[in-house]
């Protein structure tokens, strides 16, 4: 099992801590391009609600950042990712300014950029494997399911053959590729999501992150599930299905995330997933087999 906090400090000789940006960018998926309404689950921060604000430029973000995590580490090193809404999507003159600003960083040791695989036209993998020569650059592609009816209920916007040419034209160029799954989309079974596990896996993602599904306030999603129409995992589903995803995930595949956050703030569902230490100490007490205390 290839945990990401192993991983990094292997790579790096410490740890490595996360700091999100916010590009200030959009969606195809909401201006129009191919949608509007965004996908299904996606909040109105377009998943960055643990990003910095947008506005603010992308050095004092960083120190922003670093504030923020100053009673956890002193003189540390830092990941810049760009979280918020689609990481890839603008010109690349705007897109090199905030890289470039992130990259150069001195206490930056990797560039992670949250992306679409519709979103990574030749100019823009041109100037992500510039990037790469300076220091290690990831991109993080939201595919969510392998499955084609479940991704167009979420309303994706792109079929699974788009993201295994990104996947391929990523690796051609010796970027490391992470691959987002959602762990409990309606009318999935744990069949169907062990499935887009394994695919992945067998694809060739260098790190997988597996997110349990979240119900958030003002989203289509939200609504389907007060009307009763759909369920969520409940924790011990969720415990035995974490369980079964990681037999199957090799050991060079890094596993980036496990549960992730629901924003408190904007969180319907599951409630049970508020309580980060309690499912952490369970994740470590029965997937991994650990003594919580010796941690």
């Known amino acids: 099992m290839n945990l990401l906090n192993d991983y990094l400090r292997k790579r790096f000789g410490q740890k490595v801590y996360k700091i999100a940006l916010n590009g200030g960018f ?5 201006d129009g391009t191919i949608g509007t309404g965004g996908c299904i689950f996606c909040s109105e921060g377009g998943s960055g609600e643990f990003a910095q604000p947008a506005g603010t430029g992308i050095t ?32 690349t003159d705007r897109l090199r300014s905030l890289y470039m600003e992130a990259i150069n960083h001195p206490d930056i040791v990797v560039l992670s950029v949250a992306t679409r695989p519709d979103c990574l036209p030749d100019d ?33 916007g792109y079929p699974l053959s788009v993201y295994d040419e990104a996947l391929r034209k990523l690796k051609s160029r010796h970027i490391e590729v992470i691959t987002h799954l959602i762990l409990g989309l309606p009318g999935e079974s744990s069949s169907d999501m062990l499935s887009s596990v394994k ?23 939200e609504k389907e599930y007060q009307s009763g129409s759909i369920r969520v995992l409940t924790e011990d589903e969720y415990i035995r299905l974490l369980k079964e995803c990681l037999e199957i995930i090799p050991e060079n595949v ?15 569902a599951p409630m ?4 980060k230490k309690h499912v952490w100490n369970r ?9 919580v205390k010796s941690l």
Request: charged share 25%; glycine share 6%; net charge neutral.
């Open 199 to 221: 695919y992945v896996c067998d694809a060739g993602t260098d790190g997988i992150k597996l997110q349990l599904l979240h119900i958030l306030k003002n989203t289509d999603l």
């Open 26 to 30: 959009t969606c195809p998926n909401r």
């Open 254 to 268: 890094v596993i980036h995330r496990l549960t992730g956050d629901g924003d408190k703030r904007i969180l319907v």
């Open 60 to 91: 004092a973000q960083i120190e922003q950042g670093k504030e923020l995590l100053s009673k956890k580490i002193k003189d540390g090193k830092y990941i810049a990712y760009f979280q918020a809404y689609t990481g890839t999507y603008a010109d």
């Open 283 to 291: 994740i470590h007490r029965e997937v991994f087999h650990k003594n």
């Open 124 to 156: 823009v993998l041109d100037l992500l494997e510039e990037c790469n020569h300076i220091k290690p650059v990831w991109v993080e592609l939201g595919l969510q399911t392998i499955h084609p009816e479940t991704a167009e209920y979420i309303r994706r």
């Open 272 to 275: 049970w997933s508020a309580d």
